[in-house]
């Protein structure tokens, strides 16, 4: 039982696949922030460019 748990001792300890799966999660958060974002204030910052590029225009002209 001992030497059973000595091979198998190693393999429980490994928390590589934990972390991938963790960095998974936070590449996916982080994906979903984005899109939430633009889309969100996505009109607002375009009305915003719009605005100064009508400005822009407007000095030159």
């Known amino acids: 039982m001992h030497a059973l748990l ?3 001792r190693p ?3 490994e928390d590589e696949g ?7 999660l936070m590449i996916a958060l982080i994906a ?6 633009v889309t969100i ?5 375009e009305q915003l460019y719009q605005n100064i590029l009508d ?3 407007a ?3």
């Open 32 to 37: 979903i922030s984005a899109v939430a974002g």
């Open 18 to 24: 934990a972390t991938m799966v963790e960095y998974g």
């Open 6 to 8: 000595s091979i198998l």
């Open 41 to 45: 204030f996505g009109s607002a910052v």
């Open 55 to 57: 400005d822009i225009v």
């Open 11 to 13: 393999l429980l300890d």
């Open 59 to 61: 000095a030159i002209h």
